[in-house]
């Protein structure tokens, strides 16, 4: 079971990028990274997926070098809503075995 | 439905009660899984189901905990004999493909 280190916070200001980076030395070759965005009183969700390279979608982009133990979330222009706590989980096809740590709380200021 | 749903958002409990939650998954999701979290910690891997029967219950805590989901769809975590240290907030998950869950709003327990 793969683990992650993530920092435990980080600050922002509204419009600027962000780029939380989680360390996973011990992924396997059938994990893939996933990240999540939990707000306060509500359940994580689903952000984005990536197995290598880069992926991107309309709300964040994965970047995952070649030998895949560390991957970075790159999140646009923050704004305040954008203030949550993010988990990097990595995982093989069977999503139980993910494992979600203590996540990184964000905090974008004005 | 249009989204996992958790039923009820709060329960309060006496100490030595037991207690069913409810989770409604999202229509046509086969996998189900269940996670506990308590403030200021990450969701904690309780269960897991594929279709009625529980592929990897490895996280249950202990034999006071307990989840069926007899009909492959609605599913029930029943805590027995309920301990101040069940407090938490307890999230369903459900997916059709590995690592995209969709969760819902949790359950809030407090055990008094």
């Known amino acids: 079971l793969a683990k992650t280190t993530q920092p435990i916070s980080m600050d922002s200001y509204e419009g600027q990028e962000v780029n939380i980076t989680c360390s996973h030395n011990n992924i396997a070759t059938n994990d893939y990274i996933t990240w999540y965005q939990q707000f306060p009183s509500q359940g994580p969700r689903f952000i984005i997926q990536?197995?290598?390279t880069k992926v991107t979608n309309e709300v964040a982009s994965l970047f995952i070098p070649a030998d895949r133990k560390s991957s970075t979330l790159s999140l646009p222009r923050v704004s305040l809503s954008d203030t949550a706590v993010y988990y990097c989980?990595?995982?093989?096809?069977?999503?139980?075995?993910?494992?979600f740590g203590s996540g990184t709380k964000l905090n974008v200021k004005p | 439905g249009a989204g996992v749903s958790q039923t009820p958002s709060n329960k309060v409990t006496e100490k030595g009660k037991y207690v069913e939650l409810r989770c409604d998954p999202i229509?046509?999701?086969?996998?189900l899984y269940w996670y506990r979290q308590s403030l200021g910690q990450g969701p904690e891997f309780l269960i897991y189901?594929?279709?009625?029967?529980?592929?990897?219950d490895s996280g249950l805590p202990n034999d006071r905990f307990f989840a069926v989901r007899p009909e492959g769809s609605v599913s029930t975590l029943k805590i027995q004999r309920t301990e101040r240290g069940d407090s938490a907030v307890y999230l369903c998950?459900?997916?059709?493909?590995?690592?995209?869950?969709?969760f819902g709003q949790g359950t809030r327990l407090t055990v008094v």
């Open positions: 229509s046509g999701h086969t996998a």
């Open positions: 989980l990595v995982g093989d096809n069977d999503f139980n075995k993910f494992y």
């Open positions: 990536g197995y290598k």
């Open positions: 189901f594929q279709g009625t029967g529980a592929a990897d």
């Open positions: 998950a459900s997916s059709l493909r590995q690592g995209t869950a969709f």
